[in-house]
């Protein structure tokens, strides 16, 4: 077992769960309308959506690696590729961040809960998203490459939640912050650019 990449892992998924993106922001524009409790509620949804993509991940490329070594390859190649794609969407879009919580219904904590499990599960990109970034960091020659997948997407799922539920709870304050600092978004856009393309090359070499 290579304890490296799996610090590796951790440390890219800290990185792109803080950096901005519809979920993050999603949980803040919640927290901030509606209170801490609403914005954790949506967290554990779309957490817990998280479980579906990792089993599905952990069948299908599983079956695929098993298959053959070479197809197993050409995932990795595509998801690098992915993931400089995504670099150069973040790249070209606005470093603005938006907080506009006016008009943002009020739900109930089990509604939110279930619409955050629903907004992960049923988002294509999620699915696309694990593909490319698992395969490049299984950490053992000999652990089943299933309970290595379930390995990254309970590590993964850790990860997150601590960063989202500290984006729930310092809500008020991250907004505050970013108001103020007009450089914030700019900083963030482009550590997004910087993982995504450092974990493409990691997945490449």
Aim: one cysteine or more.
């Amino acid at each position: 077992m290579n304890v490296d990449i799996l610090i590796s892992f951790a440390v890219a998924t800290s990185a792109l769960a803080f950096a901005p993106g519809p979920d993050n922001i999603y949980v803040l524009v919640q927290s901030i309308s509606h209170g801490k409790s609403y914005g954790m509620a949506t967290v554990c949804g779309l957490i817990t959506g998280c479980i579906v993509h990792t089993t599905l991940l952990a069948f299908g490329v599983s079956a695929l690696i098993a298959a053959n070594e070479n197809v197993f390859f050409g995932i990795k190649f595509l998801g690098a590729l992915y993931l400089i794609y995504l670099a150069y969407k973040v790249y070209k879009a606005d470093d603005k961040l938006s907080f506009d919580s006016e008009n943002v219904p009020k739900k109930s904590l089990k509604q939110l809960f279930v619409q955050g499990f629903f907004m992960n599960v049923l988002n294509p990109k999620v699915t696309i998203f694990f593909l490319a970034f698992f395969p490049g960091f299984l950490f053992s020659d000999t652990m089943s490459t299933v309970w290595q997948f379930y390995i990254l997407g309970g590590l993964f799922m850790l990860v997150s939640f601590v960063i989202f539920s500290g984006i729930a709870l310092l809500a008020g304050f991250i907004k505050n912050y970013t108001l103020k600092h007009r450089h914030s978004g700019l900083f963030l856009k482009w550590l997004q650019i910087i993982v995504f393309i450092g974990i493409a090359i990691f997945i490449l070499t």
